[in-house]
C-alpha cells in the first residue's frame, strides 16, 4: 500500500460503495457537496437494506438529483459470497429511500455493462497508489475485486469502512449489518493488509441528530436538507421511535474529509465466520491480555478502530457540505 | 425455582463455589465477615486459576486463617468439561495467592469424600428452595449437579455469577475468564431457567480500588486488610502496572449481600460455543433488533446482567465485612 | 487403565449403559444368556430412543421378563450435556419397546435412588481394574462419571461402545444416532484415554438378520426368541421397509464375550462438534495422508474402531446365548 | 440452466479449470485426445497443487508439448477465497509436474490479460448454453464467475467436478484435497442450482492403474503415454508406496466423454465450512433417514455424486485418447 500524500489543492479521489438506503443517501449527499476536497470517480452499488436492483437504481436517481449524473454508477453483487441474504426493508422502507421521491434518472446508465468489482480494479489501477475506497454497505465488491486482481492490493490508498462494532452489534447482539450481511467479504478486507479505518457503531451511534440539528437542518431550506429531514422523518414513523435515525454512512464521508474529527485506535480485529451467536462480529482486539494462539498478536494491529467522534465538528462538516451543495446546485 | 423472601433475622445460606485465586479469598474475607446475614453452608472448590488441588488447599488455607475450619470444603471439577484447560498463573502466582502467606490446615478435611457436584446437590435438597449458589470460578461443579440431579433445579432459590461480560472481555477480547474456562458448563447453567445474576466485568471493572480505598484499607490495621493489602501488591508487581487489582469476585459477594446497590437489566444471554475468535462470549441481547432465528426472542430474558455498581457503597459494604471480621477473630 | 486377565473360569463383570430401545432389549437378552462369560453387575439407564422415565420403565420390565430383578437397574441421564434432546420413537415406538409387551415389574426398584454416573463410579472403584462398560445408548452417564471421578478412569477394564460410523451416518448424513444424540458426552468418553472399542455403523449395519436368522429364531421357539421376532416385525411395520432391523446393540455385547469374531483397526477418533452439517461425526483417521494440525497424529489411536463382523459366528454367539437363556428361563 | 442436446457430429464445448499437477496433466493429455468430441475452448488455471504462477507455467509447458499452443490460457485466483492455501508439493514435486520435463513455451501467453473467471464468464455468455466446465482443482475460478456473473448460472450446460468424497477424504480424514483447498468455493458451486456431477474418491480411488494397464501403456510407445508413465514414476518414489496413483482428473474428462461409464446417484451435497475436523467435507445425504432441518431435503437432490465407475472401460478411453492424439502429433 503507497498512499500518496495529497498536496493542497489536490483532490482526494474516491469510490463509493453503497446500498442506498437513506443513510446511504445523505452520505452521497455530503460526499457530493465537497467536490473541492473528494473526487467522485466512481459510484459501485451493491446488495444490501435492498436489492441489488433497486440500490443500483437509488443511485442513479440520486445522482439525478443532484444533477450529477456524469459520476459512473456501477453495478455490483446481488448477493452474499458464501451466507443468505439478509435486508433491511424495514428500516429503509421497501424502495430503499423511505417513502421520499427523487426524480427517475433518463435514462438507463452503463451501471451494468460492467461489474462493480472489475470497474473497482479498473480504476484503481488507473490511478496506482490514489484512490480511497469507501464502503457503506456489505463489502461484496471490494472483496471480490481484491480475489480477482490481487494487484490493487498495493495501489488503493485506503478503506474507509463504515460497519463493524466494538460494543454492542445493531442487527444482532454481536454483528453490525454491513458486516453480519456478508461477513465473508468483511474478513477478505479486513485481512486484505490494506490500510483500512473501521468506522463502526461505537462512533455511529453517536451521530444521531437531536433537536438543535434538526432546526439547523430546517433553517438550510435548501432540497437536500429536506431530503435528509424526510428520511429523518420516515424512519421515526417506521420505527416507532421518539428519538432520530444515526447517520451511519455519513461518518466514513466525515472521516474522508477530515480524519482528526475521530479518535481511533490500531487493533488486531478479525471477522467472526463461526460462531453460532456471534457470526460477523469485528472481534477487536487490543492486543494485550489475550490467550496466546487465539489472536491479539501485538504485530497485527491491521485496524484503525472509530472509537469517538466530535459531534460538534461532525454536523458542522456536514452542513457546510450541504450549504456547498445548494450553491452548486441552485 | 421458588425463591423464599428471607424474613428480616434470617440469614441468606450460600454456597460458595470457588478457585482461590486472590479476588476469590477476598471474596471469602467478605462473605465470612457478614454471617450475619449470609450463612456459609459450604465451600466447593474447582479448577480454575490454579489446579484443583491447590484452590482446594487455599480454600482450606483461608478458612484456618479465619478461625473458620467448621465450614466444610468439598472438592470439585479438576478440568473443564469439553475444553481443554487453562489457568492464571501468570496472574495469581504459581500457588494462586500470590505470595502471601497463610497458615497451613491442620488436618487435610473431608475435602475429597464427596465430590463437590454431589454435596452440593444434597445441601439444595435438605433445604428445598433456600440455598444460593454463588460461582466465582468456572461453572463446572454447578453443571455436573444440575446434569446429575435434574430436580435440584427447582429447589436453587438463586445463582449469582462472577463471570462474562457484555463489553470486552478480559482472557480474550471476547471472553472473561470464568466462562472461556469452561464455555459448556455456563451454557448449562444460563440455559438452565434458574435465577441468574450474572456479575461480569461490565460491573466489576468499576470496582478496582484506588487511593481512597488503599487508605482506608490501612486504616482498618487487621489482619484481613493486610492480607488483601498484599495480594494488591503482588498483583502490580507481577502485572507490572500502576493500577489495582479490579476486585471481581467480591462483587458476587456484595450482590448477594446487598443486590440494590448494583443496576441490572434481565436479557438474553447465550454462551458462545463454536466461534474461532468468540469462545465463552456471554451474547447479551435486550430481545430486540435482532434477526428472528438467532436469539434475542423478548420472551427469553434468561439472565439479570449487572450493569453498573455504586462504588461507593460497594466499598462500605466490603470494609463493613471486615470490620465486623476483625471483632470476630480477635 | 489396568486391564486384568481374565482367567478361564473367571467372568467378566460388565455394567450395561442402555436406553431399550427394541434392539437394546435383545442385547439384554443377549447378556444375559451368557451369565457364564459376563457377569452383570448393572443396568443403567439413559434418555435416548424414548425418554429416561420410559427408559428406566423398560429396564426394569425386560429383568422382571427374564426373571433377573436381582441384577441393580440405576436411572441415569435425562438429557444430553448440552445439545436438545432428540430421541427414536419414529423407530422405536412410543414406549421404546415397539407395541411388544411385557410384564410389569413388581416394585419400583431402586432406580431413583442413586444417579447412574455416581452408581457407575461406586462399582467400578469396588473392584479396580475389573469392570468393562459397555454403552449402547447416549454416553452422557459414563462421560459425567469421568467428569466426577475422574479417578475410575484408571480403574475401567475396557469401554465398549455401540456407536459412531467411519462411513455413512444414520441419524443424519454424517452422524450415528447415539453419538449424535450427545456428542459432548463422546468426546469426554473417547478423548478420556481410556481403552475404547468402537462397534458402529461399519459393523452394526453387516448384522441385519436375514431369512435364514428369522428362521433359526422361529426354531428356537423361546419367548426371548419370540419378543425378537416381536420387535422385528415392528420395526417393518413401523419403517415401512422389508429389511429387517439391524441388531446394533447385540453387536457391542457380541464382542464382550468373543472380540475375535470383529476385525478392528487403531484410528484417531474425534468427535465433530462444532460442524453444520457434521455434528456427532466420528472422525476416524488413519493417522497417515493427514493434514499436519488437523488430526491424524500417528500416536494418538485412541480408538479400536470395529472395521468388520464374521456375520455367521455374530449370530450363532447370539443364539447360543438365547439357548441358554432358554434353559434358566424354564 | 438450459442444456443443449449434442447432435451427434457436434462436439460438447468444454473450459478445463485446472492446477497443473501430475494427473491434471493427463487430465489434459486425455481432453486434448478427444477433440473430435469436446471442444477445448480455454484453460483457466487456479493456485493448488503448486502456486498460480506454476500451475499457470505448467499449464503452458503442458500445450507446447501437445502443440497446442492456440487453446488460450487464463491465468485465475491466486489464493482462496477465505481460508489459507494449502498445496500439495509433497505429492507434485516442486514444480507441480514431478521432475518430469516438459519444452518451455515460446512466448509468455495472454494468461495474465484477463482473469480466469472473467474469460470464463465471457466464454459462456459467448455460447449460452453450450458450454461445459471442468473443475479439477480447488473451485475458486468458477465460484468468483458465478458472484460476479451470475447470469451465467442460466448458461452453463453442466458442471464436472473432480473433488469431494462421500467416504473417506485424502487431504484429511473428512475431506478430498480440491474441496478442502477452497471449501467456500466449493460451496458457491454446489448450492448455485447449476447441474453438478461431482466425480470424487468415491471413483477416482476406483481408477489406480495396475500392472496391466503400465503394460498397456508402455506399448502404446509414445510421448504423452511416456510421459504418464514418468509422472507414475515420480509418485511412487514421491510417496514412497508400492502402488500406483490415481487418475484422479482424468477420471472428470472421461465423464464429459461419456458418462455411462459411471454409476452416480442424486443427492443432497453440502460443504462443512464450519468444522472442526471436517473442514471441506462434502456431506451427501440420500435425502430419506436425516433429522429434519439439518439437511437431507428429498427436493435438494443438488450433486449427482459418482458412487463407482467401469475401470475396463475408463482406461480403454483413455488410451482411445491417447492413440488418437499419437495420430495427430506425429
Ligand atoms: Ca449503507
Ligand atoms: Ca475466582
Ligand atoms: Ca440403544
Ligand atoms: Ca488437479
Known sequence: MKAKNYISGNRKPVILDTDPGMDDAIALFFLMGRQDILEPVAITTVFGNVSIDKTTHNAQKLLKFLDAEEVPVYRGASSPLIRDRVSGEMIHGESGLGEVDFPEPEKSSDATSTPAAVAMAKEIMARP???????????????????????IKEQIAEVIVMGGAMGQGNRTASAEYNVFADPHSAQIVFESGLSVAMIGLDVTEQSKPGQ?????????????????LEFMDFFKRQMKTDYDMAFHDPCAIAYAINPDIFTTRSMDVRIELTGTYTLGRTVCSRGQEEVKGVMGDPDSRNVKVGLGVDREKFFEELFTSFRKLADTMN
Do not use: C, F, S
Not at 469507501?134 to 480475489?147: F, Y
Open 212 to 228: 438543535k440539528e434538526r432546526q439547523l437542518l430546517q433553517k438550510l431550506d435548501h432540497p437536500v436538507a429536506t431530503k435528509t
Open 129 to 151: 497508489g490514489e484512490i480511497t475506497v469507501i464502503t457503506v454497505g456489505p463489502m461484496t465488491n471490494l472483496a471480490l475485486a481484491l480475489k480477482l486482481y490481487p494487484e
